[in-house]
């Protein structure tokens, strides 16, 4: 069994200064930016991603723990990374199977997404998804 991936959903830094990375990403590279009332800033008009944006740590840390802060005994990661498939319970299942520790799993988040969340062997956040608003633009 293999997870068949349909498409990056998404990716993005996962920022310890906002501010900074902000600088760099809006001012310097000239994206343009949503901004929601949390402070997250993405965008869905770069091409290669459906959805680009710079995460906080403590919003990553809250997504995977349910705290702000990133828990001490696993590396923080750089940057986020979200595969689009078909069957997040499968592809949750193949995974696990192959020795991969979830942090969160087949979880649906308020925006409708089912999630499962878990750490490469680089050090990135990396999840497989399922996220019918990126579907519906197929």
């Known amino acids: 069994m293999s997870t068949d991936v349909l498409f990056i959903a998404g990716f993005g830094p ?72 078909q069957d997040v319970e499968r592809a949750t299942a193949d995974l696990e199977s192959r020795g991969y520790r979830m942090l969160i799993k087949n979880r649906t988040e308020p925006w409708g997404q089912t999630v499962s969340r878990f750490l490469s062997p680089e050090g990135l956040l990396v999840a497989v998804t399922f996220t019918p608003s990126l579907r519906e633009s197929e």
Request: proline share 6%.
């Open 14 to 85: 996962i920022d310890r200064d906002v501010a900074e990375s902000r600088t760099l990403f809006e001012e310097s590279l000239g994206i343009q930016f949503k901004e929601d009332t949390e402070g997250y800033l993405y965008t869905g008009a770069l091409q290669g991603a459906k959805h680009f944006a710079l995460w906080p740590l403590a919003q990553a840390a809250r997504s995977c723990f349910g705290t702000d802060a990133w828990p001490a005994d696993i590396p923080i990661p750089q940057a986020w990374l979200e595969f689009e498939v």
